[in-house]
């Protein structure tokens, strides 16, 4: 159907003559004036949407109409509104089809112009900063080892020196994995230690090695504490290894990561596979007076470390008459947010894209 403008004119008069056998009032003068816009119009000028605009205004004053006449007011608005509906459908098919058949003619395509990119995302922040510290690593002639995650008990526990009884199997919050009865017993690693022991077998020494990657632990969740998180293991094996060179190791690990020399001191530490054992700690980098991140101590707690334990070297096949060496355990993910600044350890896994996309 074809859009008539005259048609709608007239309907549009009809409309009006059943307004005339109204009593006059305010409403009637209101609403005869409102029409007047559209009953100057001529008919070509009466466009499809000024057509739905004229059709609402007696349908939303139906009660000013004569009540005999409104039946037939409504009928004919609404025919107004129907034709005006339809040509305004027919109008936005033929624009799309046009505009469609102009891009169909190929004018103004450019094929020399580069598609568009994907966009590309980023690398997550542990993965930039586990990156920083294989190539610091590396260029210092370490190995870079990994390790599974599902880890036997013997390498996570026994191997490390932690007996059966030993509280370690408590406070480390295992995650134990369902095992067949009479089966090796197995757990989520709850560190990356267990590498230690597996590069002793698996490496002639002297050798030096890094192995980061993710750990597991049962433990509350809060802005400090994750089920899974991300350590950096450091083990050395040599003649004669001594603290001073896990000392000058760990000032070379902080000027890799700070970019500048940053003074620290060892604590007395224990745990059962180092000996002596050790907790790190190196000057706020932020501040010299004490801050936020240092508890306004101007000491950051940044790592515990040690000498091989001689059970452990044994277990990992090594005569520890002959041989000697250091051990660390960097916390990857604390690290991660001491250098980006961000205040809970859930976002880091958190697959929140909002916090993803800043890095
Ligand atoms: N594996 C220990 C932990 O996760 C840290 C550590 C590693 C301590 C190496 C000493 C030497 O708590």
């Not at 370490?142 to 370690?168: Q, R, Y």
């Amino acid at each position: 159907m074809t859009y008539d403008a005259q048609a709608v004119r007239a309907l549009l008069d009809e409309i009006l003559a059943a307004l005339a056998s109204a009593p006059e009032s305010d409403e009637t003068r209101a609403l005869r004036e409102r029409l007047a816009r559209f009953t100057a119009l001529s008919g070509a000028e009466l466009t499809p949407a000024l057509a739905l605009e004229a059709s609402a205004i007696p349908l939303g004053a139906m009660r000013v109409f004569p009540k005999e006449a409104r039946g037939q007011v409504g009928a004919k608005a609404n025919a107004m509104k129907q034709a005006a509906d339809a040509a305004l459908a027919q109008e936005k098919e033929a624009a799309l089809a046009l505009a469609l058949a102009e891009e169909r003619t190929g004018k103004g395509f450019d094929a020399t112009l580069p598609p568009p990119l994907p966009s590309r995302g980023s690398l997550h922040p542990i993965t930039q900063v586990t990156r920083e510290l294989e190539d610091l690593f590396t260029s210092m002639g370490w190995t870079i080892l990994d390790g599974p995650e599902v880890e036997t008990e013997h390498f996570n526990f026994d191997a490390l020196n932690i007996s059966p009884d030993h509280p370690a199997r408590d406070t480390m919050d295992t995650f134990w994995v369902k095992t067949a009865p009479g089966a090796e017993r197995l757990v989520m690693r709850t560190h990356t230690s267990p590498v230690q022991v597996r590069a002793m077998k698996r490496l002639t020494p002297p050798f030096r090695a890094i192995v980061p990657g993710k750990v597991f632990r049962n433990e509350a969740l809060d802005a400090s504490h994750e089920h899974t998180f991300h350590q950096m293991e450091g083990l050395v094996v040599g003649k004669d290894i001594s603290v001073g060179h896990l000392i000058g190791a760990m000032k070379t690990l902080l000027r890799g990561i700070f970019g500048r020399d940053i003074e620290i001191r060892l604590r007395p530490g224990y745990f059962p596979f180092v000996e002596p054992g050790f907790e790190l700690d190196a000057r706020c980098p932020f501040c010299k007076e004490g801050c936020s991140v240092c508890k306004r101590s101007t000491w950051i707690e940044l790592l515990p470390c040690g000498m091989v334990h001689p059970n452990v070297l044994r277990a990992g096949g090594i005569d520890p008459e002959q041989w000697t060496g250091f051990a660390f355990g960097l916390g990857l993910s604390r690290l991660v947010m001491l250098r980006f600044s961000i205040d809970d350890i859930r976002h880091l896994l958190g697959g929140d894209v909002r916090f993803l996309e800043q890095f």
